[in-house]
């Protein structure tokens, strides 16, 4: 069975700061691992995956994670938020070698970005 | 872009009627998925399809729910029964084999009242 944890439900950064999102994933098998992104009354958004290969993968709109098998993490930064970055972010993993695709989310961190 | 579509965007119904919840994934893909998301909790799994059939169903999705693709490119959540608790956000969800991350559409909020 797979499951995720956001730590911090509630993230509140400056404009130009460093955004830091964690997640902490468990899964039985090498896990496949994203994060979506979703703005006010709108879906969810891919903004970044890993399924093999360089640990660190870069999204859209200047994120980055990086996956750290030993600590079981793929924790979200951006050196530099913008105010367009506020919106709630979800991590979800999915199993490796399957046939399904089925994703595992978490509880989403909602982040505001104070000016 | 290719999108996923849902219509409509809020439906609003009494409970114990029946709803259809509507999508159109992208054209080429393969894998198809409900989620639902309960205002302030986590997005949950609901169903994925496949190949015409359910490939794998959570506890949620009791025999209240059912899916179908009738035309081959619609994919259709209908709730025979609805109940207070069905009130949520659902979301549409379709991939392919080559590219892991679904696209999910911007779903329908249900209102059981």
């Known amino acids: 069975a797979q499951s995720v944890t956001q730590l911090g439900s509630h993230v509140s950064v400056s404009e130009g700061a460093l955004v830091l999102l964690r997640c902490n994933y468990s899964?039985?098998?090498?896990?496949?691992l994203f994060w979506y992104v979703q703005y006010p009354n709108q879906g969810l958004q891919l903004l970044l995956k890993?399924?093999?290969?360089?640990?660190l993968v870069k999204g859209i709109n200047g994120f980055e994670a990086e996956f750290k098998k030993s600590e079981t993490s793929f924790h979200l930064t951006k050196p530099s938020a913008h105010m367009s970055d506020a919106a709630e972010y979800f991590c979800?993993?999915?199993?490796?070698?399957?046939?399904?695709?089925?994703?595992?989310f978490g509880k989403g961190t909602l982040l505001t970005v104070n000016p | 872009e290719p999108e996923v579509t849902q219509t409509p965007s809020h439906q609003v119904t009494q409970m114990g009627q029946e709803v259809i919840l509507r999508c159109v994934p992208i054209?080429?893909?393969?894998?198809f998925y409900w989620y639902r998301q309960i205002l302030g909790q986590k997005v949950e799994f609901l169903v994925s399809?496949?190949?015409?059939?359910?490939?794998?169903k959570s506890e949620i999705f009791d025999d209240q729910f059912s899916v179908e693709r009738p035309d081959g490119s619609n994919f259709t959540l209908k709730i025979r029964s609805t109940k207070l608790e069905d009130s949520a956000m659902y979301f549409c969800?379709?991939?392919?084999?080559?590219?892991?991350?679904?696209?999910f559409g911007s779903g329908t909020r249900l209102t059981v009242v």
């Open positions: 969800a379709s991939g392919s084999t080559a590219n892991y991350g679904y696209t």
């Open positions: 899964s039985s098998v090498p896990p496949y």
């Open positions: 890993y399924t093999t290969g360089a640990t």
């Open positions: 979800a993993v999915s199993e490796s070698g399957g046939s399904n695709y089925k994703l595992t």
């Open positions: 054209s080429n893909h393969l894998y």
């Open positions: 399809f496949y190949n015409n059939e359910i490939s794998e």
